[in-house]
């Protein structure tokens, strides 16, 4: 089973946080336990500020053995349909096109989808299967 993670539930177990820090780890565990972990290019990019370097963040997730999958014209042309969908529904521009990347990423290529956001996928991603 290929699971797709937020950039929320790494961030949560790298820095660590007190408060979401267990859950998502054991969320990602079993995510691990189950099958491959998966993240686009953009979930890696917002990881960057928490690191010093580059080769830090590599081993980070080197350790949790997730594999990085870039976004395609498909993935990217889906992502704009949904923005657009969000967008003519009166969304406000709080939710930038980065969200929609990840969301249409997961559909594309996980069979699950570990995040902690419990809003905004669900309307804009409704086939997403929850982790």
Partial sequence: ???AVDTSVLLDVFLPDE???P???ERLRDAYDRGVILICDIVYAEL???FNDRTKLDEALSQI???ISPINTTIAYEAGLRWLRYRQDGGPR???????L????????ADTFLTRDRGFYPTYFPELRKQ
């Fill in 23 to 25: 859950t998502s780890k």
């Fill in 19 to 21: 408060r979401h820090g």
């Fill in 1 to 3: 089973m290929i699971t």
């Fill in 94 to 100: 709080s939710r930038i096109i980065s969200d929609f």
């Fill in 48 to 50: 960057v500020p928490a």
């Fill in 65 to 67: 053995s997730v594999t």
């Fill in 102 to 109: 990840i969301g249409a990423h997961a559909v594309t290529l």
